[in-house]
């Protein structure tokens, strides 16, 4: 039976094992065992390698870059080029509207953009 992970050893030791019986039938012992490994790998991970939603701001800026818009094309889903240059320089909140729009046009997920900043 497996304990709890605690440390990087301990991580290593049980994702290893789970390679080994990645392929268990369910209803057998190694799928059971298969099973309680993913929970507690799960569990350590997500302790360990929390990664904070960056600010919707950033997260549009993000996509704005990797798709090669300007704050033009920007303003061709949100509206005019002067609020868009007050909602990149934190000026003006977004709107629900805005979030909808963002979201649905350059599939940004709700929950980065209806965070506080």
């Given at each position: 039976?497996?304990?709890?992970i605690?440390?990087?050893e301990?991580y290593?030791?049980?994702?290893?094992r789970?390679?080994?019986?990645?392929?268990?039938q369910?209803?057998?012992p190694?799928?059971d065992?298969?099973?309680?490994l993913?929970?507690l790998?799960?569990h350590y991970?997500?302790?360990?390698?929390?990664?904070?939603?960056?600010d919707?701001?950033a997260a549009?800026q993000?996509?704005?870059e990797?798709l090669?818009m300007r704050?033009t094309?920007?303003a061709e889903?949100?509206g005019?080029?002067?609020?868009?240059?007050e909602i990149?320089?934190?000026?003006?909140?977004l709107s629900?509207?805005?979030?909808?729009?963002?979201h649905?046009?350059?599939?940004?997920?709700m929950?980065?953009?209806v965070?506080?900043y």
């Open positions: 039976m497996h304990s709890l605690r440390t990087e301990d290593k030791s049980a994702t290893e789970l390679e080994m019986i990645f392929d268990a369910k209803n057998t190694e799928g065992e298969l099973e309680l993913s929970v790998i799960e991970e997500k302790q360990r390698f929390t990664i904070d939603s960056p919707p701001i549009i993000f996509r704005m990797q090669n704050p094309d920007l889903i949100i005019y080029k002067s609020r868009v240059s990149l320089s934190k000026k003006r909140k629900l509207t805005m979030i909808r729009k963002l649905n046009s350059l599939h940004i997920p929950e980065v953009l965070q506080e």
